[in-house]
C-alpha cells in the first residue's frame, strides 16, 4: 500500500447509527487532515492532526468526534448524524504543518445519510 | 479573511488545445502560496502546480503553467496539448506561508470541471 488510504469507500447510514471512517497514511507523515467536501461548495477543513495532536478544529458538530492514535492512521467517528452531512470526506496527511509541506489526499469516503 | 474565487464552474476544451482556467484570490498577506489541484473522476485529488507569493516567476509543470498577477491577485492554470486525462475538477487553492496553525490551513475554491472532447 502506498500514499493514503481510507476506508469504507462508500457507506450509506441511518440517522441513528454509529460509524467510523478510517484514514492510513504510508508516507511517514506527521500531519493529517480531515475535509468535507460537498456538491458546489468548497472544500471545508474539518480536522488538523499534528503529531497526533489537535491543532485545528473547525467548528466542526460535535456528531463528528475524529480520533488519532498515531501518526499514521486517524479516524472519523460519526454518530446522529443528519442528512446534510451527506458529503465526501477526505482524509490528507502532510510532512509537516507548514504551508512548504504538500498535502496529499486519499480517494475519499461517500457518505450519505438517510 | 481570505477567499478563493473560481468563476468558472464548468470549461470544455478540444483534445491538443489550450485551456485557461481563471482563479481570484483576496488576501492581504504578502507571503502565501497558491496551488492548483485536480481531482479525477472516483480518483484521488493530486497537486497538479504549486506557486510561492514571492517568486516573480510563473510555476511550470511539463503541460501545465500559471499566469501569476499579484497585484491584480490572479492566479490561472494553462493547460497546453490537452490530453483526455486532464478531464477533471480543478480546485485552486491558498495557504499562508510558514504557519502551522489555523492561518496555515488550506483554502479552496469552488472548482471548475473540465471537460475534454476528443
Known amino acids: 500500500e502506498t500514499g493514503v488510504t481510507q476506508t469504507p469507500r462508500h457507506l450509506v447510514m441511518g440517522m441513528t447509527n454509529k460509524k467510523s471512517l478510517k484514514c492510513e497514511q504510508h508516507?511517514?507523515?506527521?500531519?493529517m487532515y480531515w475535509y468535507k467536501q460537498s456538491a458546489k461548495k468548497p472544500l471545508e477543513l474539518m480536522f488538523v492532526?499534528?503529531?497526533?495532536?489537535?491543532?485545528e478544529n473547525n467548528s466542526v458538530p460535535s456528531r463528528f468526534s475524529p480520533e488519532c492514535p498515531n501518526s499514521s492512521h486517524l479516524f472519523l467517528h460519526l454518530h446522529t448524524l443528519q442528512p446534510e452531512d451527506s458529503a465526501l470526506y477526505l482524509c490528507?496527511?502532510?510532512?509537516?504543518?507548514?504551508?512548504?509541506?504538500?498535502?496529499?489526499f486519499g480517494p475519499g469516503t461517500r457518505l450519505t445519510v438517510l | 479573511a481570505q477567499t478563493v474565487t473560481q468563476s468558472q464552474p464548468e470549461m470544455s476544451v478540444q483534445e491538443a488545445e489550450t485551456v485557461t482556467l481563471s482563479c481570484t484570490y483576496d488576501t492581504s498577506e504578502s507571503d502565501y502560496y497558491l496551488f492548483w489541484y485536480k481531482q479525477p473522476p472516483s480518483r484521488q485529488m493530486i497537486l497538479v502546480i504549486r506557486q510561492e507569493a514571492y517568486k516573480q516567476q510563473n510555476a511550470t509543470e511539463n503541460r501545465f503553467s500559471v499566469n501569476f498577477q499579484k497585484a491584480a491577485k490572479s492566479f490561472s492554470l494553462k493547460i497546453s496539448d490537452s490530453q483526455l486525462g486532464d478531464a477533471a475538477m480543478y480546485f485552486c487553492?491558498?495557504?499562508?506561508?510558514?504557519?502551522?496553525?489555523?492561518?496555515?490551513?488550506?483554502?479552496f475554491g469552488k472548482g471548475t470541471k473540465l471537460s475534454v472532447k476528443p
Open positions: 492532526y499534528n503529531f497526533k495532536e489537535q491543532t
Open positions: 487553492a491558498y495557504r499562508l506561508s510558514n504557519y502551522g496553525g489555523s492561518q496555515g490551513n488550506l483554502i
Open positions: 490528507a496527511s502532510s510532512l509537516g504543518g507548514l504551508a512548504t509541506y504538500e498535502q496529499f
Open positions: 508516507l511517514g507523515h506527521n500531519a
